[in-house]
């Protein structure tokens, strides 16, 4: 490939990823008059001298008056030995994020070859979107040759979106099989999906429940999204046991309250089930519909 190519490549491919998955008000390098936006990278130095790109950024619509929400860039590089580049963001605050720490040579060889990276920076949430935006490459060992030819910024700008969880139905059975749900829900609704990373602990084992995913995703254009606890059936006499989930933080959003919320599996066929409150009073209905004996016992305190 024509490496004159590659930058009208780049951009083009930036328009088309905008429209695909949202990524936000897009800033190419070579069209936004960016400085080095086709530069050689130095080799070591020592010090290793970084190759700095900066993009001057207009801003416009939501990104003149909120800070970002969300900050990603596309990066094409060229280098014989990809590992020994270092790549780094830097806002017009002053702060910078690691994309992608360098090492040394990994022996693998990728001879003249292009390729592209696409980096999110969520350390960079909630910056001043106007202003210069530096992007610093830095190549860690002297073998070998490389060069930026062109990179693109993403911003999307608005409130920064808070995060809670819920056990919006709080008990599980056994036998009769019965599920639980937890309900992840984000303050504010934007046309790209929220990865929610959670923290799974609680008393219930591997073996007491199918596997929930360590990220709940919550789809795109929506609220919220629902983890459904499925107790696996066994021939065991057992104590109720707990599920709990909790939100683990991120830097696309804040940790909102309540963050930690708890689903409890009951066994069968005598079991203990809280004599006070909403939980309570629906797992026992639950259960006397289905037919079965059960021992209600209520708990003091």
């Known amino acids: 490939m024509s490496h004159r190519l590659r930058p009208c490549l780049l951009a083009l491919l930036a328009l088309t990823l905008v429209g695909s998955f949202a990524r936000g008000q897009a800033y190419p390098c070579t069209t936004s008059g960016g400085t080095n936006c086709r530069a050689l990278i130095p080799d070591q130095g020592p010090p290793p001298v970084p190759l700095d790109s900066v993009i001057n950024v207009v801003a416009s619509g939501a990104c ?19 590992p020994e580049v270092g790549i780094q963001l830097t806002s017009p605050g002053a702060v910078t994020a690691t994309l992608k720490s360098a090492a040394p040579a990994s022996g693998i060889n990728y001879p003249e070859e292009d390729y592209a990276q696409f980096h999110l920076a969520p350390s960079l949430v909630g910056a001043t979107a106007a202003g210069a935006w530096t992007l610093s490459l830095t190549d860690l060992d002297n073998s070998g040759y490389g060069a930026l030819d062109d990179w693109t910024l993403y911003l999307i700008c608005g409130p920064i979106p808070s995060v809670t969880i819920v056990a919006s139905d709080p008990v599980a059975v ?4 019965s599920t639980g749900t937890f309900t992840v829900t984000r303050s504010v609704v934007t046309a790209e999906a929220l990865d929610v990373p959670l923290l799974l602990t609680g008393t219930a084992g591997a ?11 919550i789809p795109a254009n929506q609220a ?17 046991e707990t599920v709990i989930a909790t939100v683990d933080a991120s830097g696309l959003y804040a940790v909102g309250a309540p ?3 708890t689903v409890t599996i009951y066994d069968q066929p005598l079991q203990e089930i809280p004599a006070l409150g909403h939980a309570g009073l629906a797992a026992l209905a639950a259960l006397l519909a289905a037919g079965g004996a059960w021992l209600l016992r209520s708990r003091q305190g």
């Open 64 to 82: 003149a008056t909120l800070p970002t929400s969300r900050v990603s860039l596309d990066v094409a590089v060229r280098h014989d030995w990809r």
């Open 174 to 177: 056994e036998n009769p099989l």
């Open 259 to 261: 963050s930690a919320a």
């Open 224 to 240: 919220s999204v629902q983890l459904v606890v499925t107790p696996i059936p066994d021939a065991l006499t057992e104590v109720s």
């Open 207 to 217: 073996g007491d429940y199918q596997v929930l995913p360590a990220i709940a995703t």
